[in-house]
């Protein structure tokens, strides 16, 4: 049996030494203004229990990011869950504290190349609330929480993503993603090619069997939204880095157009 502890606000789930935080779990709600059959998921997710679950079984092992557990997965007491129901609210879920990982077993021990990773990561997850709100420091390497933003039907589109990042930057949520580009140099295009060879190494059937664990109402929608992005993660890269680099665009063409052939670009690369 686990203990519930509230502090500062936040509910606390602790067994066997391992400390969850507990968040409320919303059904979807629908889009408002799309009643249109043209859009085959009508609705938005919000603090979605599901979406985090597939994102952290996707990203363990592969980025710097916590677990996440479905309610049924936790062997909860008939009094914790009661508990939990009058402290959180009627249906929630559990993300393991980020400050109990240690440097060694993740994946990433290098600050800038955890980063680069959780780039291109989470531009598969189209999270874009990947900013220092969601970001722990274990011995100063970040460990990232919260990917409740993550696979928002919206944010497919690349463009939209974008903007989306723009607008979160813009309301002082400033994403991993963008402070990435920042300080660009050929170090962080490399950990981008990197980060890219690890994606296209996830398969479908690990996106199928990870979607079906977690998901059981959208999982044809959710498999597919994945396995696109996988398959199109080299030319959604090149958009951001040129989306991003714009400012650079005069100093260093170079890094821009690193991976388009040079022959495309024959007189523009110096
Ligand atoms: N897995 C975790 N590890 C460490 N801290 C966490 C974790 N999950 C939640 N927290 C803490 O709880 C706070 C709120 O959690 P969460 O980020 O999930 O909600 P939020 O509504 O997005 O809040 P915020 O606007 O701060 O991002 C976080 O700012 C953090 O302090
Ligand atoms: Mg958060």
Not at 11 to 18: L, R
Request: glycine letters at 6%; charged letters at 25%; aromatic letters at 12%.
């Amino acid at each position: 049996m686990g203990r519930v502890k509230l502090e500062h606000g936040l509910v606390k789930y602790i067994a066997d030494d391992k400390i969850y935080y507990v968040k409320q779990h919303f059904d979807p709600s629908l889009m408002p203004g799309h009643s249109s059959h043209r859009f085959v998921v009508h609705e938005t997710f919000f603090s979605y229990g599901p979406i985090e679950r597939i994102v952290s079984l996707l990203g363990i092992g592969r980025v710097n990011i916590v677990s996440v557990k479905l309610e049924h997965e936790m062997d909860l007491s008939h009094e914790d869950r009661e508990k939990l129901t009058e402290l959180v609210g009627p249906k929630f879920y559990f993300s393991r504290a980020a400050y109990q990982y240690d440097k060694n077993s993740l994946p990433h021990k290098d600050p800038e190349t955890a980063m680069g990773y959780q780039v291109v990561f989470d531009t598969v997850m189209r999270n874009w609330d990947n900013g220092e709100r969601n970001i722990w420091y274990v011995s100063g390497v970040p460990v990232w929480f919260d990917f409740g933003a993550s696979l928002d039907p919206r944010c497919h589109n690349i463009y939209r993503f974008l903007l989306k990042l723009q607008d979160a930057a813009d309301t002082g949520r400033v994403s991993s993603i963008k402070r990435y580009f920042e300080n660009f140099s050929r170090h962080r295009n490399d950990i981008l090619n990197r980060a890219i060879s690890m994606v296209k190494s996830i398969t479908l059937s690990e996106i199928r069997t990870i979607v079906d664990v977690a998901e059981d109402r959208y999982a044809g929608y959710f498999a597919e939204y994945l396995a696109k992005n996988v398959s199109q993660i080299d030319d959604d890269i090149d958009i951001m880095r040129g989306a991003f680099l714009q400012k650079e665009l005069e100093s260093d063409r170079s890094l821009i157009y690193t991976s388009i052939p040079r022959e495309v670009f024959g007189r523009q690369v110096k």
